[in-house]
T-cell receptor, first 116, second 114 residues
Framework: DAMVIQNPRYQVTQFGKPVTLSCSQT?????MYWYQQKSSQAPKLLFHYYDKDFNNEADTPDNFQSRRPNTSFCFLDIRSPGLGDAAMYLC???????????????FGPGTRLTVL | AQSVSQHNHHVILSEAASLELGCNYSYGGTVNLFWYVQYPGQHLQLLLK??????LVKGIKGFEAEFIKSKFSFNLRKPSVQWSDTAEYFC????????????FGSGTRLQVQP
């Protein structure tokens, strides 16, 4: 089945130690998103890629970076995780016809990040 | 700024009770609306969506939602809930501002008691 895959499902890192979360998709969607979801809160968009174009949200800290080496993969890099960065990180994809609003977003299972 | 509001933060129902979860948005333009469900320990799944056309939308698992433009609302309904409906429900919107991102409501935790 086509899907959005996130690895690892659980990640533990130390305060200040860089960490990379991975997302891959078999849907061949051209848009990929990274959301942060803290406990009992709504998902909050960090940034997204429209094809190769990176779109950062205005309030996303510089500590968060992303890479998309090809259509299928997208990475979230947290350069110096703080305790406040502990959260569930969700990857989502959608298909965006040129010049139109995007279609439905499909979410991966998420990676739960713990910062010690 | 555009926003999505879910006023019910925690709802407790008995099995077979009827469900209605409120969702309101603030925006005067065109909006696409979604309901997502997140079962315990699982990922967000799409329940239903509204883009245009018939304002009464039917989704999976017996859920439906009605878009009422005059009320800026998109309430989720189910006539008879089951224990397996216990989950967090998120309303989301995409506004025609050229921004592709979804704006989520804060979520409603539904607890269905057997």
């Amino acid at each position: 089945d086509a899907m959005v895959i996130q690895n690892p499902r659980y990640q533990v890192t130390q305060f200040g130690k860089p960490v990379t979360l991975s997302c891959s998709q078999t849907l061949n969607h051209n848009v990929m998103y990274w959301y942060q979801q803290k406990s009992s809160q709504a998902p909050k968009l960090l940034f997204h890629y429209y094809d190769k174009d990176f779109n950062n949200e205005a309030d996303t800290p510089d500590n968060f970076q992303s890479r998309r080496p090809n259509t299928s993969f997208c990475f979230l890099d947290i350069r110096s995780p703080g305790l406040g960065d502990a959260a569930m990180y969700l990857c989502a994809t959608s298909r965006a016809p040129s010049g139109r609003a995007t279609d439905t977003q499909y979410f991966g299972p998420g990676t739960r990040l713990t910062v010690l | 700024a555009q926003s999505v509001s879910q006023h019910n933060h925690h709802v407790i129902l008995s099995e077979a009770a009827s469900l209605e979860l409120g969702c309101n948005y603030s925006y005067g333009g065109t909006v696409n609306l979604f309901w997502y469900v997140q079962y315990p320990g699982q990922h967000l799944q799409l329940l239903l969506k509204y883009f245009s056309g018939d304002p009464l939308v039917k989704g999976i698992k017996g859920f439906e939602a009605e878009f009422i433009k005059s009320k800026f609302s998109f309430n989720l309904r189910k006539p008879s809930v089951q224990w397996s409906d216990t989950a967090e429900y998120f309303c989301a919107a995409r506004f025609d501002t050229g921004r592709r991102a979804l704006t989520f409501g804060s979520g409603t935790r539904l607890q269905v008691q057997p």
